[in-house]
């Protein structure tokens, strides 16, 4: 279960080396999705794995997210493993009547009759001016659904070890990607370093708040941290790395021993990820809370185009220090 | 008598038996809708039991079928046991879904019929995905995938009938044209009427036959069947049907004007093939007297069955949601125990 430290690998890179472990692993692991195969991947993730397993394991589709989703669910329904590919989290909303009505029911509505290995990866998140359309966070549109498994690594550990884990999983699984992650380099497992669900990570100890974070926000939220220890505030930094399953009782730990918490969540402020961790907080650690649980999201707008007008949507480390601060009742430096 | 003769007049038999099985379970299902005994939505086949059963009986019993929301035929038509569909039409415990899906959502994955669902035009994709799989695996099998008038003028087709011809995919596209959706008539929503001339044109070999008629049926789905089993090519069949009930036992079949339902009444493809079977000596009145006999035991035997058998424990709540689940909370939810 170790890393090669020696050996840092771009997390574009580390889900490239789970896929092509996978493919090696089990015929019926496949790969489908938009400029998969001969463009490499819209951010190369799955560079080189046409070249190297054929266009019958690494399936280029045409520009239809509900049709080979769909497609993708009935061939998982006959056994097949598919690791779908949707380019973007914007696209998946196209794609979502198959997901939440077909993949998300299967299961339970036929009397667990079938079962539907799919792994549907995506990135999404904001921050290179591409605008209202393609710079949206909807995690929390598929962390609310009853049956769908929903994973959001922010290392490339985690990305290459939870990737396995996903594809090796029998339900179907969302699995968030960020393309502000793409570059980030990090060492990686083996071919045999799996990852399981429902386990968060304390990224760095603390004692003064307790900051919880997913996916791109764990750095803004580790930025901030060390912003932080120069004023002498030492925050906790817990990444949960799956939403569903969530690993409450390890962030539930800290915020009981600090007493104070901020979530960071790059989705928009009103009945999303950081509502929802923010509701099973309080009612686990409501006696030992000495104030509100602060919550810094993406400002609630479309994300607007302009430089200046993107960067002040997002959470920044700046953001969360302020919101550190003013929940254990200091002001900023 | 020659041998062909004999298995093609135990065929017809076999045809004959399974539409009045159709027949009363649907009717009889309606009836225990209205005792309150099936919730929800309930929608019946009656009038359509040629389209069913000459599509389902034009297949091998490993090819894989999907279908829509109408769906007790197929299941009864593949040889599901009917003590477990009116079981599941009535939420028990020992129904075919284990009380999860109801009417909407029957499968027998035994039978390879992956259901039953209820999102027009939903179930498409997976009928594509299964051929993709039989493709994958270098199979024979044929895909079939069932859907309405409808559903045809749902998005998702047009991605279908591509990536099923692009890819070469071994699927026959069924489309069971009954002329309605819901309340909407065909000439209300579709801007070409037939239906299969879509398929062509993503060089999909497609035709339309009468529905009401089950050999005919049966005829044009075995060359469809042939045509992705032997040359792996897509097909599409267009079947032209009525059902003789409103869309739902919600529906109180108003928009339907009287003379259009009694000349398809006079189609009734039982009553139509019950005169040829007495017309060319395979069956005679009392043979088939006693096999509609025959069948009403079995429709009684399901229902009581159905009617005596236990709910499913509320405690079984949030059991299958998952394949693997890592809690065994009774309401379910996302947390690690």
């Known amino acids: 279960m170790s890393t090669d430290a020696a050996r840092p690998v ?71 493993r598919p690791v779908v590919e949707i380019m973007t989290v914007n696209f998946v909303i196209l794609a979502l009547d198959q997901i939440v009505n077909n993949a998300a029911k299967i299961h339970y509505m ?52 939870l990737l396995k884990t996903a594809i090796r999983d029998d339900d179907p699984v969302i699995f968030l990607e960020n393309e502000g992650l793409y570059g ?42 060390e912003e932080l220890a120069v004023q002498g505030v030492e925050a906790e930094v817990i990444d949960p790395r799956t939403l569903r399953p969530l690993d409450l009782e390890t962030l539930a730990n800290s915020v009981r021993r600090t007493g104070h918490a901020v979530i960071v969540d790059e989705g928009w402020p009103e009945y999303g990820i950081s509502a929802g961790l923010a509701t099973h907080l309080y009612e686990a650690c409501f006696d030992w809370l000495d104030a509100p649980i602060g919550r810094v999201n993406c400002a609630d ?15 920044t480390p700046s953001d969360v220090v302020a919101a550190v601060l003013a929940n254990i009742g200091r002001r900023v430096a | ?79 599901t046991d009917p003590r477990a569909v009116m079981a599941e039409l009535l939420g028990k415990s020992t129904g075919l879904c284990g009380g999860r899906g109801g009417s909407m959502h029957l499968m027998d994955k035994e039978r390879a019929f992956y259901g039953g669902y209820g999102i027009v035009g939903g179930s498409i994709p997976l ?58 008539s065909l000439e209300r929503a579709a801007a070409e009427a037939d239906l299969y001339t879509r398929a062509e044109a993503y060089g999909i070999p497609a035709w339309k036959v009468n529905g009401m008629d089950v050999l005919a049926v049966r005829d044009a789905v075995t060359e469809a069947v042939r045509i992705a089993r032997d040359e792996r090519n897509p097909a599409c069949v267009e079947l032209l049907a009525y059902r003789y009930r409103g869309h739902s036992m919600s529906d109180p079949d108003t928009v339907r004007d009287a003379d259009e339902k009694e000349r398809w009444r006079a189609r009734d493809p039982l009553i139509t093939f019950e005169r040829v079977l007495l017309g060319e000596a395979i069956m005679t009145a009392d043979e088939i007297a006693a096999m509609k006999d025959e069948v009403q035991v079995v429709v009684d035997d399901a229902t009581a069955f159905a009617e005596e058998s236990p709910e499913v424990p509320v405690s079984d709540l949030a059991d299958g949601v998952y394949a693997h689940p890592w809690n065994d909370n009774p309401r379910g939810g996302a947390l690690m125990p």
């Open chain 1, 110 to 161: 036929f009397g667990s009759q079938a079962s539907v290995p799919i792994v549907l990866r995506m990135p999404g998140g904001g921050g290179h001016q591409l605008a209202a359309q393609h710079s949206q966070t909807l995690d929390a549109w598929l962390a609310h659904v009853p049956g769908l498994k929903v994973v959001c690594p922010s290392t490339p550990e985690d990305a290459k070890g």
């Open chain 1, 184 to 225: 980030k380099k990090g060492p990686v497992g083996g071919p045999d370093h799996l990852i399981p669900f429902g386990q968060a990570v304390v990224r760095r100890p603390g004692t003064h708040c307790t900051v919880i974070a997913h996916s791109r926000m764990v750095w803004v939220a580790l930025q901030a941290a």
């Open chain 1, 301 to 315: 707008v479309p994300m607007p185009y302009a430089k200046n007008l993107e960067q002040a949507a997002l959470p």
């Open chain 2, 127 to 184: 009928g594509l995905g299964l051929a993709y799989a039989i493709r994958y695996r270098g199979g024979d099998q044929v895909a079939v995938t069932m859907f309405g008038d409808g559903a045809t003028n749902q998005g998702i087709v047009a991605e279908c009938f591509n990536m099923a011809g692009l890819w070469d995919l071994p699927i026959v596209f069924l489309i069971l044209n009954n002329q309605y959706g819901m309340g909407t």
């Open chain 1, 10 to 80: 771009a997390y574009r890179d580390a889900l490239n080396e789970a896929l092509r472990e996978e493919l090696a692993r089990d015929p019926d692991v496949f790969l489908l999705g938009e400029d998969i195969g001969r463009f490499d991947g819209a951010f190369k993730v799955t560079r080189g794995l046409l070249e190297e397993f054929g266009e019958a394991r690494v399936v280029d589709t045409p520009i239809s997210e509900a049709g080979f989703t769909g497609l993708a669910i009935g061939a998982a329904m006959a056994g097949l």
């Open chain 2, 1 to 79: 008598m020659s041998p062909d003769v004999t298995t093609e007049h135990a065929d017809m038999r076999n045809l004959f038996r399974s539409m009045i099985l159709i027949r009363r379970f649907e009717e009889r299902a309606s009836e225990e809708y209205m005792a309150g005994r099936i919730g929800g939505f309930l929608h019946l086949a009656i009038g359509e039991e040629a389209a069913v059963v000459g599509t389902v009986t034009a297949l091998r019993p490993d090819d894989p079928l999907t279908s829509t929301y109408r769906e007790h035929g197929q299941a009864l038509a593949r040889g």
